[in-house]
């Protein structure tokens, strides 16, 4: 099959196009979420993400640490502790990637 034919195939299977500052919530990061984020999909981090921590915490917010993951054009922020009621991080249906 040729790369093109296969690329329409794909996009015609799947109704998600684009996934852009998708939050995905922890209690903390471990070497698991490492080597999921880093080491299996190939994201990288944003180094913004320090400063913004910072500055939420100084408003306020109860996070204790915030990453932003970039892979290509698409970033996950990834809000380390919040939030507190954990039924907030459940999602109304399932993720796949």
Same mark, same amino acid.
């Given at each position: 099959? @040729?790369? &093109?034919?296969?690329? =329409? !195939? *794909?996009?015609?299977?799947?109704?998600? %196009?684009? *996934? !852009? @500052?998708?939050?995905?919530?922890? $209690?903390?990061?471990?070497? #698991? *979420?490492? &080597?999921?984020?880093?080491?299996? %999909?190939?994201?990288?981090? !944003?180094?913004?993400?320090? +400063?913004? =921590? /910072?500055?939420?915490? #100084?408003?306020?917010?109860? %996070?204790?640490?915030?990453?932003?993951?970039?892979?290509?054009?698409?970033?996950? @922020?990834? $809000? *380390?502790? /919040? $939030?507190?009621?954990?039924? +907030?991080?459940? &999602?109304?249906?399932?993720?796949?990637?």
């Amino acid at each position: 099959m @040729h790369s &093109s034919d296969m690329a =329409s !195939d *794909l996009a015609a299977a799947s109704p998600i %196009l684009l *996934l !852009d @500052h998708v939050n995905v919530n922890a $209690p903390t990061w471990t070497p #698991e *979420l490492d &080597s999921f984020w880093f080491g299996a %999909l190939g994201c990288v981090s !944003d180094p913004r993400a320090i +400063q913004r =921590s /910072e500055a939420m915490r #100084e408003a306020g917010a109860t %996070l204790r640490g915030l990453l932003w993951l970039n892979i290509g054009l698409q970033q996950f @922020h990834v $809000p *380390l502790g /919040e $939030p507190k009621d954990a039924l +907030q991080t459940l &999602s109304n249906g399932v993720v796949g990637l």
